[in-house]
């Protein structure tokens, strides 16, 4: 085994583990394997591995890793930041965005769907911190933009994604999961089919399962550090 297939091995069985400790099945909780910065032979290794979702934030480094890749069967997952004029391309590209924030962006990307792709499965961006560096909607607009997506016919609503600042406290982190949790269980009232609950990364992936998590983001755990 090389070592991303050995790390890959260990965040497996610390999911599993998460998800039997809460009574959860593990089964319910996807991997993405977030490859930001890292090479398309390590993308290989983990592929060898048996993993099939990636996800990329900066879309200039993404797609040459995405062209170099087509040989293989990967889902790739935007989860950057959005710019308006990136929606074509990441439309093109990817099979799920899970940081939309716009209205604008949705319907720009429902324009770039390919009539011949799948729909794009979107995950809309929660901001629950309060920080204003970082992306993500308050909770007061999300009523909007999920009704805006779901408008897109090319684009396929499946939940909710936060990122927790990491400089809060552990306890301030698990309040945002729940909070996000609880978002999601309300929008299933207008949107029966959303399912996603995007949270979970290196640091926290345990929180994360234990808040409801249904994917986990993991980078560092499975690549190494990032330079
Ligand atoms: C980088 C990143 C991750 C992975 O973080 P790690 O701590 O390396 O596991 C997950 N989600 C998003 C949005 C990221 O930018």
Redesign the pocket.
Same mark, same amino acid.
């Given at each position: 085994m090389n070592p991303i297939s050995e790390r890959l091995a260990k965040v497996r069985e610390r999911i599993t583990l998460a998800a039997n400790a809460c009574g959860r099945n593990p089964d319910g909780i996807r991997l &993405?394997a977030?490859s930001?910065t890292k090479p398309p032979e390590d993308i290989r290794a983990a592929y060898a591995a048996g993993q099939r979702a990636f %996800?990329e934030?900066y879309l200039q480094d993404a797609v040459p890793k995405i062209l170099a890749l087509d040989d293989l069967d990967i889902e790739w997952h935007f #989860?950057?930041r959005l710019q308006g004029n990136k929606t074509d391309s990441i439309a093109r590209h990817f099979a799920w965005v899970?940081?939309l924030e716009k209205i604008k962006h949705a319907q720009q990307l429902d324009r770039h769907r390919a009539a011949q792709a799948a729909p794009l499965d979107i995950c809309i961006q929660l901001n629950l911190s309060g920080e204003t560096s970082k992306g993500g909607i308050g909770p007061d607009a999300l009523p909007a933009l999920a009704a805006a997506v779901a408008a897109c016919p090319r684009l396929c609503l499946r939940g909710l $994604?936060t &990122?927790p600042d990491p400089l809060s406290p552990a306890a301030a982190q698990v309040a945002a999961f729940e909070e996000l949790a609880r978002l999601l269980d309300r929008l299933r009232a207008d949107h029966p089919q959303v399912d996603t609950l +995007?949270i979970? $990364? +290196?640091?926290d &992936?345990e929180a994360a399962i234990r808040s409801g998590s249904t994917l986990v *983001? #993991? %980078?560092?755990? #499975?690549?190494g550090? *990032?330079a």
């Open positions: &993405l977030v930001k %996800g934030n #989860i950057g899970h940081s $994604m &990122l +995007s979970g $990364m +290196s640091a &992936l *983001r #993991i %980078g560092t755990d #499975i690549f550090p *990032r």
